[in-house]
């Protein structure tokens, strides 16, 4: 790959770790609101769950940017 190629995936995968973590904090908010308001219908550990999994997902888009930019870099 060249320079110009990795920069661009290198700032999609920053783009993606932080949109991947605004999702997850925005699913938290959604339990804490859920709960709040008293929600019958609320799925806290299904919300949870995504949460998590989005917050992981965040986490190995950065660590694949930053791979790749001591790799090609």
């Given at each position: 790959m060249g320079f110009?190629?990795?920069a661009i995936l290198a700032g999609c995968?920053?783009?993606l770790r932080w949109?991947?973590?605004l999702a997850a904090a925005l699913l938290?908010?959604?339990?804490?609101?859920?709960?709040w308001r008293g929600d019958a219908?609320?799925?806290p550990a299904l919300f949870l769950a995504m949460a998590?999994?989005?917050?992981?997902a965040g986490w190995a888009c950065g660590f694949?940017?930053?791979?790749v930019t001591a790799t090609w870099g």
């Open positions: 110009f190629s990795t995968l920053d783009a949109l991947l973590w938290l908010a959604l339990i804490v609101v859920q709960s219908d609320s799925r998590l999994i989005g917050a992981l694949a940017s930053k791979r």
